[in-house]
């Protein structure tokens, strides 16, 4: 062991837990094996290729050496934050107080560094995006959680309401990460109506304490129903505007640009004039990563400004979102002719897949070669990278897992 390791730091493990998956079926694949891989996090086309959009890599190679070279403003070119907020909210003229950062996990950490005290809790929802309790552990902090609506099931407004209540009393403050529309990892929105419940209950809480609301962006582009997708946007800009929650948002070129290894994003509160928050994310970036790339914020200026290029890109989202949503149809089907429930998947790259013991029922499935990834509620499947025709091989060995149990 390193001496000089502090003991705290001493007892990770090597790799992350989903990528020392992947990289087990790939190990296992390169040996000729026949493999199942739900795991992956990118979207893979129906050759198993990585997806590259091509009104975006048209754009990147456009670039200038000016708009590559040099150091970018520590807290993100100004125009990059307001074209890239407007994205979600064209009638917005400013991004508020916000920052460029690595990805939307910048944006996510940067959010817990400044709104809660060290030993404090975020609260998420349940299940929720693993790496959140790493981020959360990194800046001094645990995570509480809230459950996410079971299919066809309203949002539980009373468990809601009390775990912040309690975050309240207890800290003071409450820092809510909401990954919706298009939630990870249950390919599922709150409904209309549960964005209405959730807005009055956090106005109700309000009174003991300020609430800030952290909207994680960072599937929306790849949805079965775009128009429930702006009228999410809407109802979240509306909660903003009110002023009595502040309200932001994530928002990363990972997904929706095919640009995961540009490592670009923002956190933005658009409706927030306070000075002294953007002093404070501003700072949080310069003792962290200092600023971040400047070729990737120059491409969103360019798109901003290219017409054809936002049809183009459009054109691919919904294509890709049909795929998805294609995907998510043969999985259904597959599912619901092995005897199990079906997913109703509405956007984003993953389902959840409800199975007890999620620890055993995947290890069971590694040994036919399925892999995906367990979570305490069940199976995180990546439609992002299981094509249709394996939906029926991942239902058979489902079934076969469970019914062995």
Not at 246 to 274: E, H, N
Not at 301 to 308: D, F, N
């Amino acid at each position: 062991m390193t001496d000089q390791l502090i003991p705290t730091r001493r007892a990770f493990p090597a790799d992350d837990p989903i990528f020392a998956l992947n990289a087990e079926a790939q190990a296992r694949k390169a040996t000729g094996e026949s493999i199942l891989n739900a795991t992956v996090g990118a979207l893979l086309d129906e050759a198993g290729q990585l997806v590259v959009l091509d009104s975006i890599m048209d754009l990147w190679r456009e670039l200038t050496a000016l708009e590559v070279a040099p150091y970018a403003p520590i807290a993100g070119d100004p125009a990059f934050l307001n074209a890239l907020v407007q994205r979600h909210w064209p009638s917005l003229q400013s991004a508020g107080a916000a920052c460029a950062t690595p990805g939307g996990s910048g944006a996510i950490s940067l959010a817990m560094r400044n709104f809660l005290e060290a030993g404090q809790k975020v609260l998420t929802t349940a299940p929720f995006w693993g790496p959140y309790a790493t981020m959360a552990a990194e800046n001094g902090l645990s995570l509480a959680t809230v459950p996410w609506p079971e299919v066809g099931q309203p949002l539980d407004v009373v468990a809601w309401t009390r775990a912040i209540q309690d975050l309240l009393k207890a800290q003071g403050r409450v820092l809510l990460i909401l990954n919706d529309p298009c939630h990870n990892p249950t390919g599922r929105s709150l409904s209309a109506a549960d964005r209405r419940a959730l807005g009055d209950l956090l106005h109700g809480a309000s009174a003991l304490g300020p609430i800030t609301l952290l909207l994680d962006f960072a599937y929306l582009d790849y949805t079965r129903d775009p128009a429930a997708v702006a009228a999410a946007l809407a109802d979240y800009a509306s909660l903003g505007a009110e002023g009595r929650i502040l309200v932001g948002a994530s928002m990363s070129l990972s997904k929706s640009m095919t640009l995961y290894g540009a490592r670009c994003g923002a956190v933005a509160f658009p409706w927030s004039r306070d000075p002294a928050l953007q002093a404070a994310l501003t700072q949080s970036c310069r003792g962290t990563w200092s600023n971040c790339a400047k070729a990737p914020q120059a491409l969103l200026l360019r798109l901003a400004k290219e017409g054809k290029a936002q049809e183009r890109l459009a054109d691919e989202h919904r294509h890709w979102s049909e795929v998805l949503s294609a995907r998510a149809a043969a999985l259904d089907t597959a599912l619901v002719a092995a005897a199990m429930p079906p997913v109703h998947w509405m956007g984003g790259f993953f389902v959840c897949v409800p199975a007890p013991d999620p620890e055993a029922v995947c290890a069971r499935l590694k040994a036919q070669g399925v892999f995906t990834v367990p979570l305490p509620e069940g199976l995180r499947v990546g439609l992002c990278g299981l094509r249709s025709s394996e939906a029926p091989r991942f239902a058979q060995a489902l079934r076969q897992v469970l019914s062995v149990r």
